[in-house]
Nanobody, 126 residues
Framework: QVQLVESGGGLVQTGGSLSLSCAAS????????MGWFRQAPGKEREWVAT????????YYTNSVKGRFTISRDNAKNTVYLQMNSLKPEDTAVYYC???????????????????WGQGTQVTVSS
């Protein structure tokens, strides 16, 4: 069983930055693509970014391109989401997730992810 634990959320002003981390248990972390999703109040969960199992490929939803950066450290079993130039519309609970398959790349649908963290709140004030 894989456990994912997010950290790094908080309250920040518009234009500020936050860095999220997601630590994973298990020995197969390095073989799985990892993703970040978010869910704002009253809205459906939304895909934000994915990084391939090697870390060589990254993918972003259009609304965060150029502002967010996903990365991973396979030696630490950790995936990161650096968020810059934050906007009030980025306010949400952010979740990390692990791809159901191994050796994946561009995985963007929530059903493709088998394991989820508990989420961390990000609030951007205007």
């Amino acid at each position: 069983q894989v456990q994912l634990v997010e950290s790094g959320g908080g309250l920040v002003q518009t234009g500020g930055s936050l860095s999220l981390s997601c630590a994973a248990s298990g020995s197969t972390f390095s073989k799985h693509a990892m993703g970040w999703f978010r869910q704002a109040p009253g809205k459906e969960r939304e895909w934000v970014a994915t990084i391939s199992w090697t870390g060589s490929s990254t993918y972003y939803t259009n609304s965060v391109k150029g502002r967010f950066t996903i990365s991973r450290d396979n030696a630490k079993n950790t995936v990161y989401l650096q968020m810059n130039s934050l906007k009030p519309e980025d306010t949400a609970v952010y979740y990390c997730a692990q791809d159901r398959q191994i050796y994946g790349a561009k995985v963007t649908t929530s059903t493709a992810f088998a394991y989820w963290g508990q989420g961390t709140q990000v609030t951007v004030s205007s």
